[in-house]
């Protein structure tokens, strides 16, 4: 076989298997909202927005550092691993408390190690410390200090590869989301729609009839101004007006398709992946304005390393943060469920 025919067999062979994946992915974002398949042609109509989607997640999981060996021994060698547990016995203690890690090993008994995805809660504080500065030592030194929290592992993969698999399809169960609840708010807005209009037709039926009758002739109770019905007519129009952008009842399936093809086709708005890199000392205090402070922040002549880890921010939720990072950890380190009592009563003391 010639090198050009090889070639040719191996795109065709590339194509044929991209192709079998994003037909996967699809009947996996349907499967979310079986109804989406009630849609005209939504699989035609899905698939060029999936494809951006997946593009930009596959981008965004490429960026993330490669796994950390988490050992006992590591937390005084790697500075990230140093940085996310306060103590080297935390390490597999912290780890084996994973339901997910440990079903995981038995269900790959071949397996002596796996990789998983270690999510943590970040804590950024300001305060003030000592720190040396030239001869003196301050210690009214503003600080900024990180903390790790709540470790977590609930993703696993036999190799780094199909680990980042796992996470693409992670965040775009979460993309599907975010455009599931935007259905969700249009339907609620069409209902609150349809209540203010039922209320806006009552009353302005009732101003109506205030203007007829014996009653307006008699002068018993005075009319309702020209104004009074114009304005209650005018607020009736803005409300059928906002109800005919969301569609008839009956164009909700079809409405809903176009909400997940947007959010799936421009994903950087509703998903924020970023790396994060810091420079610790041993006490988890930011030196060198890594932390995005002028640098005056001095750690006290204590040796600081980089750390780099990965942050996910929801833009619906400000308050919640994310860091994870990926971890190799070996079954051997695995400790026995008889000994997990004893270390978590250590770990919450």
Not at 81 to 98: E, G, K, M, R
Request: charged fraction near 25%; charge should be negative; glycine fraction near 6%.
């Amino acid at each position: 076989m010639s090198m050009l025919s090889w070639l040719l067999n191996r795109h065709r062979h590339d194509d044929r298997s991209d192709h079998q994946q994003m037909k996967q992915m699809l009947e996996r974002v349907v499967g979310m909202s079986p109804p989406l398949r009630f849609a005209r042609n939504y699989e035609a109509r899905l698939l060029p927005a999936l494809t951006e989607a997946v593009r930009y997640i596959e981008r965004l999981t490429a960026e993330v550092p490669a796994a950390h060996e988490a050992t006992a021994a590591a937390w005084s060698s790697d500075p990230c691993i140093h940085a996310f547990f306060t103590t080297p016995q935390d390490v597999c203690a912290a780890l084996s408390q994973s339901e997910h890690l440990r079903s995981y090993f038995e269900e790959h008994a071949e397996l002596l190690e796996v990789f998983a995805v270690l999510g943590m809660a970040l804590h950024q504080r300001q305060v003030f410390g000592v720190a040396q500065h030239g001869v003196a030592t301050r210690s009214d030194v503003a600080q900024t200090t990180v903390s790790f929290s709540d470790h977590q592992v609930r993703v696993c993969g036999a190799t780094d590869a199909e680990l980042r698999q796992q996470i693409v399809l992670r965040l775009l169960d979460q993309l599907m989301l975010q455009g599931l609840q935007k259905i969700e708010s249009d339907e609620s807005r069409r209902n609150a729609l349809q209540e203010e209009r039922a209320l806006l037709r009552a009353r302005l039926v009732l101003l109506e009839r205030q203007a007829a009758g014996v009653q307006s002739m008699l002068g018993s109770k005075a009319p309702p101004s020209v104004g009074e019905m114009a304005s209650a007519q005018a607020q009736l129009d803005r409300n059928e007006q906002e109800l005919a952008k969301l569609g008839l009842k009956t164009e909700t399936i079809e409405r809903g398709l176009g909400l997940i093809c947007e959010v799936l086709s421009s994903p950087g708005p509703y998903l924020c992946v970023q790396q994060k890199k810091l420079r610790l000392d041993p006490m988890n205090i930011v030196a060198d304005g890594t932390d995005g402070t002028d640098g005056s922040n001095g750690t006290g002549g204590r040796e600081a390393n980089e750390v780099e880890f990965t942050v996910v921010q929801l833009p619906e939720s400000a308050n919640l943060t994310r860091a994870f990072a990926l971890l190799r950890f070996k079954r051997s380190d695995l400790l026995p469920e008889r000994d997990m009592f004893g270390e978590a009563r250590r770990l919450l003391i």
